[in-house]
């Protein structure tokens, strides 16, 4: 039997509830509303409608206007880059320190911590909870002169900063490159024009972004992590139930892995990917454990975050000379 205009009717108001209760959740992907980072969310908004939590996904291809709509309310949930992220928990925004996690083995293992229920209230700051992290690949130094083989030759050199990120210009002025200021919308452009000599950028940018057009025949990518870079789901407190959280940082955790095998098979199509000069590593990594405890004291990165992973390379490297102290 066909169904009644009174069933109809009930379908439909049922239908418009729950659209009216759906909390918007906003995202950033700078490929649109048809990219990765889209098609994920909308995979959790099914997760969270499961859970009673019904989302409507909004796209924005500029993080500063989907951050600043964040604060302003007009979102409940946004998922940002791991450094926009760090004014609204200190602790999981210290994730994406320089120097901070050497290799993806060490990422994932402090990812698998920070997803269990004892961890819980470290993912919750003032009004505001993380509600899941996913990693975005390691960044690495792009440069368009190969030349550029140690830290001293980048004195002078022009390097593009985040301009909201004061931990980028600090290790531009610790190595006296010239700092350029650039957002995630900008930066690869510069790179590829000529207006900056030198970029930190994840591998999964290098095709996309068409960074090899800026690294040419003469540059090269260093193959050496300067900073683990993430995504995460910053949710505003009062939103959610108490307990949604927990459910959507297991539902992130349950996908890291994915993520990491697609960052590899990115990582695999970098032309010019080699490893630091013979000699030079050890300058490079001394040059980034100073920068990140100089920033630690200045209140830019969490002390807290600074000692885990510390521990987190211990346990990897237990022989490191930093083990036998305790400057982190």
């Not at 009673?52 to 949930?77: H, I, M, N, S, W």
């Not at 004892?118 to 440069?143: C, S, T, V, W």
Request: hydrophobic share 45%; glycine share 8%.
């Amino acid at each position: 039997m066909p169904p009644s205009l009174a069933q109809l009717a009930t379908f439909l108001l049922l239908a418009l509830t729950s659209i009216a209760h759906a909390r918007p959740l906003c995202v950033f992907d700078m490929a649109g509303a048809q990219g990765p980072l889209t098609t994920a969310m909308k995979e959790f908004a099914l997760y969270s409608k499961s859970k009673g939590q019904p989302l409507e996904v909004r796209t924005y291809v500029d993080e500063r206007v989907a951050t600043e709509d964040f604060k302003a309310g007009q979102c409940d949930a946004v998922l940002l880059t791991g450094v926009r992220a760090r004014p609204f928990n200190s602790f999981t925004g210290s994730i994406d320190s320089v120097g901070g996690l050497p290799d993806y083995g060490m990422l994932q293992r402090l990812l698998d911590t920070l997803a269990r229920p004892d961890a819980a209230a470290l993912m919750r700051q003032g009004d505001y909870e993380i509600g899941g992290i996913l990693p975005l690949g390691a960044a690495y130094l792009f440069l368009r002169d190969r030349r550029i083989d140690s830290v001293a030759k980048m004195a002078g050199r022009r390097l593009a900063v985040l301009e909201h990120d004061a931990a980028q210009l600090r290790m531009a002025e610790r190595i006296g490159a010239q700092a350029v200021s650039a957002d995630v919308t900008t930066f690869a452009g510069k790179f590829n024009n000529g207006a900056v000599d030198v970029i930190a950028a994840p591998g999964i940018a290098y095709m996309p972004l068409e960074l090899y057009k800026g690294v040419g025949t003469q540059g090269v990518v260093v193959k050496l992590p300067v900073a683990q870079l993430t995504l995460q789901l910053v949710m505003r407190r009062a939103a959610f139930p108490e307990d949604f959280g927990q459910q959507a940082r297991g539902w992130f955790a349950g996908r890291s892995e994915d993520a990491l095998r697609l960052i590899r098979q990115a990582e695999d199509d970098i032309l010019f990917f080699f490893p630091v000069p013979d000699g030079e590593e050890g300058q490079y990594r001394e040059m980034m454990r100073e920068a990140r405890i100089s920033l630690t004291t200045e209140g830019i990165y969490d002390a807290r975050m600074m000692r885990l992973m510390k521990k987190v390379r211990c346990r990897a490297l237990p022989d490191a000379a930093e083990c036998s102290d305790n400057r982190e």
